[in-house]
C-alpha cells in the first residue's frame, strides 16, 4: 500500500543495478529498488539506466533527462569511477570495464579474444585513473544540480559503486598522513611511491575539490549500494532481493527526512 498519492513524475538514471541485472525481466517489477519505490510512494516512474554504464554516460542521459522537463524528481545512481563506453563505430559500443564474465569482441576488422580484451581492458584501467574521475563525477554532480534547480526538479543521488572513503571530509593530518588515509585513498594515491610533500599537496586538492559537492543531494554517500549488497539475484553477481530491500529503504529514510514529496 502506498504511503504518498502525488502522483509525481519520477526518473531513475543508473547502471546494471538500477536497470535490474540479476533478475529474470519477470521479476524486476517485484524486486529492484526502483519498482519499490514506486509501488511505496505511488510514483510515476521512467527507468532510463542501462547495463554497464560509466559515470560520463550516466551525467549525459541524465542531462537530457533534465532538459526534457517532464520529471518531478530524478534520482541518479553513480557507476563505478573508471568505466569507459568506447565507440569503435556508428551505433556499436565498447563498454571497457574489467569484469569476471570478460568475453571475446568482435567488430568489423576488429577482434579481441579473451585474452586481449582482458589486457586491454587493464591497460584502459590504469590510463583511466581513479584520482581525476572523482574530480569529474564532482563536476557532473554540481552541473546536474545547478540544472535541475533551473527546471524546477528536484535531483537525487545514489551511490552504486562509487568507492571513495570518507577520509575526503575528515581533518587531514599533515604531520602524520599515513594515519589519516583509507587503505583506498592510499592506493589511489600511489602512497607507498610517493613523498609526504606530494600526498598532501594531492590529497589537499582532492578534499578542496570534495567540499564543491552538495552532501545534502545524496542518500548514501560513502555507503555504496555495492559495498552494502548482502546477497545476488537468481542470475549471477549482482544485488539481490535482500540487498535491493536495503537500497529501498536508504532511498525512504532519505525521503521522508528530507521530506519533500
Known amino acids: 500500500m502506498s504511503t504518498v498519492n502525488k502522483n509525481l513524475n519520477v526518473c531513475f538514471n543508473g547502471c546494471s543495478f538500477t536497470v535490474g541485472e540479476g533478475f529474470p ?43 526534457e522537463k517532464k520529471y518531478d524528481i530524478v534520482f541518479v545512481q553513480w557507476s563505478g569511477l573508471n568505466r569507459l563506453w568506447l565507440s569503435p563505430g556508428p551505433e556499436v559500443w565498447y563498454v571497457a570495464m574489467i569484469n569476471k564474465s570478460i568475453t571475446e569482441f568482435r567488430y568489423r576488422d576488429i577482434y579481441l579474444g579473451k585474452k586481449d580484451k582482458l589486457k586491454f581492458e587493464e591497460t584502459v584501467a590504469l590510463l583511466n585513473h581513479n584520482y581525476q574521475n572523482i574530480f569529474d563525477l564532482i563536476t557532473y554532480c554540481d552541473i546536474l544540480s545547478n540544472l535541475a534547480i533551473i527546471n524546477s526538479t528536484k535531483i537525487v543521488f545514489i551511490n552504486g559503486l562509487v568507492p571513495w572513503q570518507d577520509d575526503l571530509i575528515k581533518p587531514f593530518d599533515t604531520n602524520n598522513p599515513s594515519e589519516s588515509l583509507s587503505d583506498y585513498t592510499k592506493n589511489m594515491l600511489e602512497f607507498d611511491d610517493r613523498n609526504d610533500e606530494e600526498i598532501i599537496l594531492f590529497f589537499s586538492k582532492l578534499q578542496q575539490k570534495f567540499t564543491e559537492l552538495d552532501k545534502s543531494l545524496w542518500v548514501n554517500l560513502f555507503d555504496s549500494f555495492y559495498e552494502n549488497s548482502i546477497d545476488v539475484g537468481p542470475e549471477g553477481h549482482h544485488p539481490g532481493i535482500k540487498s535491493h530491500q536495503w537500497m529501498a529503504e536508504q532511498i525512504t529514510n532519505y525521503i521522508n527526512t528530507k521530506n519533500f514529496l
Open 25 to 67: 525481466e519477470q521479476l524486476r517489477d517485484d524486486y529492484i529498488y526502483d519498482r519499490l519505490l514506486t509501488k511505496k510512494f505511488n510514483f510515476n516512474s521512467t527507468n532510463i539506466a542501462q547495463p554497464g554504464s560509466g559515470n560520463h554516460v550516466i551525467f549525459m542521459r541524465t542531462v537530457q533527462a533534465l532538459k
